[in-house]
């Protein structure tokens, strides 16, 4: 249930990894069949691992990326 979330900001870390990544692909099919509206910031080393694993999210409207580590 995404009621929480819906219409909010998300930061993500570790988008590129195991856990990070599997939670990317949740969100991102939840925003895509409708039942979640949000805004998300992706906090990855790097960026172009990102946009290897994830081109389509990373490139999505309603995704920021900052290149950064915890």
């Known amino acids: ?12 870390t570790g988008a ?9 692909d949740t969100l991102a099919t939840a925003v895509e069949r409708g039942a979640l509206r949000i805004e998300l910031l ?8 990102l946009r290897a694993l994830h081109p389509a999210v990373a490139s999505a409207p ?3 990326v900052l ?3 915890v």
């Open 62 to 64: 309603w995704v920021s």
């Open 42 to 49: 992706l906090l990855v080393r790097d960026p172009d691992r």
């Open 16 to 24: 590129t990894g195991f856990i990070g990544g599997w939670m990317l």
């Open 1 to 12: 249930h995404w009621a929480h979330l819906n219409g909010g900001r998300v930061l993500l």
């Open 67 to 69: 290149q950064g580590d």
